[in-house]
């Protein structure tokens, strides 16, 4: 039973981080590319992560690694998001040009 | 001082047992030195008002604060991998939002919450005002106090028991 709950969480996780990498291409700027891939690849890997400890269950060595796993990722990917995007908005790379405002640029020309 | 290197002491403690598990004496006497090691590295970089981890409402807030948080990034997930179809639903911008929160712990808190919520993306933050520009992937209010409505209060209440 636990195998095949934990195959379904592996599978959707695998899910998510198909359409994170499909979002890292398809979107236009670097902002949107930033969301796709932070949230997807968040959600599909601790998912998948998820999925192994109820594979092997949860009060073993190799399940307690991965709940501190998740506990890492979830908390240092966003950190990440963060410095890409301020890095990038700090060395002036545009929006998409369908974006509809920008007030970071109107609050820092003042 | 004293109080936060024995709360992190503990922490770390905790963390190198629950990597190795295994119990033996051995083990637990390496992950005493490497902990106090560690503590005496980092010192009270972590831990700056150790009062806050005494009050039991705060855990209780925290243990609230997880499934909102999980049903949150799963909204967010479905949301975004919606958007990646061919016609590109999307109408992304910067705002700006508000908050009432100040320590460094709860803003930092808050950005990663609202990185991993619904469309939206810190870019920057200014602590001192409590101003953070997010970039909404799907922008349906330009205005500062409705975007905050629509944006931080979700997580402020929470937090500001948890942090503040």
């Known amino acids: 039973m636990s195998e095949v709950i934990g195959t379904i969480f592996i599978v959707v996780g695998l899910g998510f981080d198909i359409f994170g990498c499909i979002g890292l291409i398809r979107l236009p700027d670097v902002y949107n590319r930033i969301q796709a891939t932070t949230k997807c690849v968040t959600l599909g890997t601790c998912s998948i992560l998820f999925g192994s400890m109820v594979f092997k269950g949860f009060i073993t060595a190799a399940g307690i690694k991965t709940f501190l796993c998740i506990i890492f990722l979830v908390l240092t990917s966003p950190v990440a998001a963060h410095a890409i995007a301020r890095g990038a908005r700090i060395s002036g790379v545009k929006l998409w040009e369908k974006s509809v405002c920008d007030k970071y640029q109107q609050d820092k020309s003042l | ?164």
């Open chain 2, 1 to 164: 001082m004293m109080k936060s290197s024995i709360i992190l002491f503990i922490i770390y403690f905790i963390i190198w047992t629950l990597l190795g598990f295994s119990f033996d004496l051995q083990h637990i006497l390496i992950g005493i030195m490497v902990a106090l090691f560690v503590v005496f590295l980092t010192g009270d970089l972590f831990t700056l008002r150790p009062s806050h981890f005494g009050r039991v409402t705060r855990y209780l807030w925290f243990c609230y604060y997880v499934p909102v948080f999980i049903w949150e990034c799963i909204k967010a997930n479905v949301d975004v991998a919606l958007r990646v179809n061919p016609k590109l639903p999307i109408n992304p911008g910067i705002v700006k939002v508000k908050t009432v929160l100040r320590s460094d712990t709860a803003l930092t808190f808050l950005a990663n919450s609202i990185t991993l919520t619904p469309g939206t993306l810190c870019v920057d933050i200014n602590p001192r005002e409590g101003i953070l520009y997010i970039h909404w992937i799907d922008v349906k209010s330009e205005d500062t106090e409705k975007a905050t409505q629509l944006i931080v209060k979700r997580f402020e209440k929470i937090l500001k028991r948890i942090f503040e």
